[in-house]
């Protein structure tokens, strides 16, 4: 009987860490995706130099644009991003930046990671 809770904890703490790993941007793990808009595959562009790290990552999904940069405009302050000017943020010595492309209904969000110069 054991063996089987031990089993069972060890399960939910496999599929636990898939599904939140699964639900932050990828290269900028401490910001979250919106609901469920996917991660571009092969968009993560990223560099660390002497001056900072240089970052640059791709979501996309069919939602509305005013919503995804509300959802932000409120999460990113509780993650240490100060809003600079409107969709461009900055903690510590970076700034994070969003833009944003839309095609027929699917938005796309770029986020973009640079050193404050």
């Known amino acids: 009987m054991k063996k089987l809770i031990l089993l069972y904890f060890i399960l939910n703490l ?3 860490k ?3 790993s699964a639900r932050f941007i990828n290269g900028l ?3 979250p995706i919106f609901k469920e808009m ?3 595959e092969d968009s993560l562009v990223l560099f660390d130099k002497i ?3 240089y970052v640059s990552s791709e979501i996309k999904g069919y939602y509305n644009k005013n919503e995804i940069i509300e959802f932000y405009n409120q999460i990113l302050p ?3 991003w100060q809003m600079s000017t409107n969709l ?4 510590g010595n970076e700034i994070l930046e969003m833009s ?6 699917m938005v796309s969000v770029i986020f973009s990671i640079y050193p404050i110069k």
Do not use: P
């Not at 461009?88 to 903690?91: H, L």
């Not at 944003?100 to 209904?105: D, I």
């Open 18 to 20: 898939e599904t939140v």
């Open 29 to 31: 793990e401490d910001i």
């Open 78 to 80: 509780n993650l240490g």
């Open 38 to 40: 996917k991660y571009v």
């Open 88 to 91: 461009i943020f900055k903690r």
């Open 100 to 105: 944003f492309s839309e095609n027929s209904g």
């Open 51 to 53: 001056d900072g790290r």
């Open 14 to 16: 496999l599929f636990f």
